[in-house]
């Protein structure tokens, strides 16, 4: 069974920074993309940034472009998000995902819970 668990969440002021982790387990790691999203409250759940499995390749939302850096440690079998100068209107749960493909649309295969991101003004 695969598990996808985040942490790092919390509440930071707007110009302030969070890093995102998230550890996979019960899967092949390193063959395996990353993605993260996130969901705002009354909204759908949007793309944010993906890595492959190589590194190789990474994808961002325009809306975060030069200020989310997402990267992995397959030794630590584990995908981060880096969130500089972040805003109020990045506050959201954020989730990581995980499938053998990578991608910026919601087919991963597999999801973690979650961890909330608050931005204040």
């Known amino acids: 069974q695969v598990q996808l668990v985040e942490s790092g969440g919390g509440l930071v002021q707007a110009g302030g920074s969070l890093r995102l982790s998230c550890v996979v387990s019960g899967r092949t790691f390193s063959s395996t993309a990353m993605g993260w999203f996130r969901q705002a409250p009354g909204k759908e759940r949007e793309f944010v940034a993906a890595i492959s499995w190589g590194i190789i390749t990474t994808y961002y939302a325009d809306s975060v472009k030069g200020r989310f850096t997402i990267s992995r440690d397959n030794a630590k079998n584990t995908v981060y998000l880096q969130m500089n100068s972040l805003k109020p209107e990045d506050t959201a749960v954020y989730y990581c995902?995980?499938?053998?493909?990578?991608?910026?649309?919601?087919?991963?295969?597999?999801w973690g819970q979650g961890t909330q991101v608050t931005v204040s003004s």
């Open positions: 995902a995980a499938d053998p493909v990578i991608r910026r649309n919601n087919e991963y295969r597999y």
